[in-house]
């Protein structure tokens, strides 16, 4: 099985689309220098603001012909055609391919509201094309709305991306029970929270060092941390300019902590260890 990271959090503003377009990118090139058969990596954007789609490929006016919109509005039947049809090569590098979000998406929520297997309507077909990925990468609006859910049905893992003034338990403990619900409810058995990543970290703020200590000592959520990301402007600056943290910066504090969280992921994934350098 294909493993599927989705990154979700309802808060907005934490990271989730910088971490989910550098995670896709740092897997494939982590994959091709440690020599793997298949390096592609599938980034799925179900944000209508399209942030995801903007910095990969350059563009975020992508409609109702060319979008993940279009694949959910398709005849089920078609709808991995459909899919395959409207992936993007992304700018960064031919081996990630990209489903582009739509501001259309909006009106998708609305019109599929109450319709029969619609949270099913993106990992249905996706699950059609995985075995072409050796991983695939969600990207998330900040909210449980249907299009969450839609990610969250079609993912293997979920990755809580989230900054360190929002590191109260209660609020963490509230997210991974949503995400429990929702793979217990749908009885998706596939699905399991598999990390909390915290970003935007700055260690010379005191009360950012007290929370991730707090988080580290918690007897559930301690074992989940897989990352801290360190507050750094060249992530900032990649975006501008629409590159990979990686490619803006190489050496930047936030490309080598992204390089070891992708380093995990690809050991958990090829059971096997990689080099993140």
Request: some cysteine; hydrophobic content about 40%; overall charge neutral.
């Amino acid at each position: 099985m294909t493993r599927t990271f989705v990154l979700t959090n309802h808060k907005g503003g934490v990271g989730k689309s910088t971490s989910a377009t550098n995670i896709a990118y740092g897997l494939v090139g982590l994959l091709r220098r440690s020599g793997a058969g298949n390096c592609r990596v599938l980034l799925v954007d179900t944000d209508s603001q399209a942030h995801a789609s903007l910095v990969t490929t350059g563009h975020k006016d992508y409609g109702a012909d060319n979008s993940l919109y279009t694949v959910l509005m398709a005849d089920r039947k078609e709808a991995a055609n459909v899919l395959s049809n409207c992936l993007v090569q992304s700018t960064w590098d031919d081996d990630l391919h990209v489903l582009p979000a739509s501001p259309m998406l909006e009106g998708a929520e609305r019109e599929l509201m109450g319709v029969a297997g619609a949270p099913y309507r993106l990992a249905e077909p996706l699950s059609r094309i995985a075995s072409h990925y050796a991983a695939i990468v969600i990207d998330t609006r900040p909210s449980f709305s249907l299009m969450t859910e839609m990610g969250l049905l079609a993912a293997t893992d979920a990755i809580v991306p989230v900054e360190p003034r929002y590191l109260e338990t209660v609020g963490l403990l509230s997210v991974i029970s949503k995400i429990n619900e929702i793979r217990e409810g749908w009885r998706h058995p596939h699905l399991h929270v598999s990390g909390i990543l915290v970003t935007k970290m700055d260690t010379r703020v005191k009360g950012h060092k007290q929370l991730l200590d707090e988080l580290k000592s918690h007897t559930v959520l301690g074992q989940l941390l897989c990352g801290v990301i360190p507050a750094n402007e060249a992530v900032s600056y990649s975006h501008h300019h629409h590159l990979s943290v990686f490619n803006y910066d190489p050496k930047a504090s936030a490309s080598k902590a992204y390089a070891q969280m992708v380093g995990k992921l690809v050991r958990e994934m090829t059971g096997q260890k990689a080099s993140v350098s």
